[in-house]
Structure formats: structure tokens, C-alpha cells
């Protein structure tokens, strides 16, 4: 039904303006939390009004810069190389010169070498990236890294 006059102004002077008891409207409880409380996802109380009036305010869009760093380099340990030599070979990842393996971890799609673990034996590998702790234990070893 349209109310001809606005109730708080018909109500004007007294001691409630129709709200019962003088406690009932106290506090942020009554207008449901203050500023966005409940506006999230699942079940509450203003997720509605937020998809209606604010579409896109809740959950992540655009460019992640954090993430696309974290996926673009792909990177494997010196000693996960060695550990991983027979995986590598039937990759077609491994060459050998004379006894020393000439590998080429780019072909796995590995761009950035790391110098976690230790070598035991001399090994040449190439890619696009190495940390300066592997540079230092490939040589080390007596092997070789190539950049490519």
C-alpha cells in the first residue's frame, strides 16, 4: 500500500516513531553490520543487494602480476639434474661427450637452473638462466654451464 505521508512524519514528536521499545533500533545489528559486513559470498545477509547493485565488487579479476611471475619460471635444482638422468635421456635431453653428458634442460621446458643439492660428477648443461650458486657448483664439480 503507498503511504500518502511518510511515516516519520506523521510520527514526528513521538518518543519511538513506531519502532516499539525505546531499545529495539540500537546499535549496527539492526542495519545488518556497519558499511559491507555481509556482503560476501555464500548466504548472508546483503550478498543479494551487492550482485544487484554492485556486480564485480566481490572476488579477484584482472592481471596478477605476482602470478605470472611465479608460473613463468619454471626452474630445477642441480641436484634433482643429476637425480634425473636417465628421466632426461630418454627425454632426448642428453648428449655425450666422450663419458661427460652434455645436457640441454631447455628441451623440458626448465628455464632457470638453481644451485640447491651437490654434483658428484662432471656434467656441461645448457639454459637459458643459471643462479650464481649453480654456476659455482657446476663448476665445482668440473662441468661446464652454457648459456643459451
Keep these: 500500500m503507498i503511504r500518502k505521508t511518510r511515516k516519520i512524519t506523521k510520527m514526528r514528536g513521538s518518543r519511538t516513531c513506531g519502532g516499539g521499545c525505546s531499545k529495539k533500533r540500537r546499535g549496527a545489528g539492526h542495519r545488518g553490520g556497519r558499511g559491507n559486513a555481509g556482503s560476501g559470498k555464500e548466504k548472508k545477509q546483503k550478498s543479494t543487494w551487492f550482485q544487484i547493485h554492485k556486480p564485480g565488487h566481490i572476488g579477484r579479476y584482472g592481471f596478477q602480476r605476482g602470478e605470472f611471475l611465479r608460473s613463468d619460471q619454471s626452474g630445477i635444482n642441480v641436484s634433482a639434474i643429476e637425480q634425473h638422468l636417465a628421466a ?29 643439492g651437490r654434483l658428484s660428477k662432471p656434467m656441461v648443461i645448457k639454459a637459458p638462466m643459471f643462479s650464481k650458486n649453480a654456476k659455482a657448483k657446476i663448476e665445482e664439480a668440473g662441468g661446464e654451464a652454457i648459456t643459451l
Design 88 to 116: 632426461l635421456t630418454e627425454e632426448g635431453c642428453v648428449e655425450y661427450d666422450g663419458t661427460t653428458p652434455v645436457i640441454d634442460v631447455s628441451q623440458v621446458g626448465i628455464r632457470k637452473v638453481l644451485g640447491s
